[in-house]
């Protein structure tokens, strides 16, 4: 990760709140999970973003919290300063917008997880014929790519393609989605043409990425607002390993995902207490699914035909 986030007390919150008020242009408040997130900004090119990704809320309710987005020469490129009592957050001087969103996701997830029994999953949640199956994995190893290429079955639905909320329901872990629309990278057409004209020429941004409506390509039916979670795919790229394919226990799975920070670099609050009920989760999740270790060293379709048979799916190559 490029940026680390600093915890802040709330008088120094509201120190900066009074010194940035006079910079607002846009006060954007949108309904994550449940939560009304407020966006606070003077730029107009991250207001018009945000408001594609996310679902507006009524701006009669208050806000859970609050994502304040400027530029100021004083602090360092994509500082962080967070007051969890508040729920405030500061972003200074960030240019890519996927951390933004993903950072305003989290805001979320820590209110859910404090107060509601509901975890993030930084990963990706498709439905095929009525079950969940969840893909995460350590940055680069194909999460985006493999989401995908599930979608070019018409067995199977989408309900994230990067972050979802769980929780744990009796024997089940349901799975809901939370974003209006995706925020893709150009490159993916490149492997699945089928995605291809989703975003007009120019339209991506300086990282290659833009908020998308997939339904253009998947159908309007095609994505869904929760699951039930069955299978639990991690993926990983070793090339130094032969293994592909590797069935996992809860409790190798349960070591896999705290070694690697819950495969989330954007948790807000890393201690004991949070790593307790997190490790709670994990372990509901692991329990009730079945859980497989992927090695994507070969091509995206060789992957990809892994995964369709682990789901069930008829393959589509």
Known sequence: MMYTVSLISTEEKERLTEQYLPRIR???????YGCCIKLLSDDHVLKETWQENFYSMSQNVRSHGRLFVFKDVS???NTVLFDP????????NFDYYGWIKSIGLSLAGDILEDEHDVYSVHGACVD?????????GTSGAGKTT??????QDPHSRIVSDDWFFSRVFGSDILAYGSEKNFYIREDLTTIWKEFGGLVQQGGYDTEGRAVADIRWVVGK???????TI???????????????LQPISPIDG?????????????????NSYKTTIRNKYITHLLKRTKCYLVNTTGTPRETQMLIQSLAGLPNTF
């Open 26 to 32: 846009y006060e954007i408040k949108s309904e994550i």
């Open 75 to 77: 602090y360092k490129p």
């Open 85 to 92: 009592y508040s729920k405030t957050i500061f972003l200074f």
């Open 128 to 136: 095929v014929d009525g079950k969940g199956l969840c893909i995460v």
């Open 146 to 151: 493999q989401t995908y290429g599930l979608l």
């Open 221 to 227: 039916g095609r994505l869904l607002p929760l699951t």
């Open 230 to 244: 069955k299978i639990v795919i991690i993926l990983k790229r070793d090339k130094n390993d032969s293994q592909v």
């Open 254 to 270: 349960l070591k896999l995902f705290t070694e690697n920070n819950y495969f989330n670099p954007h948790l807000l609050v890393k």
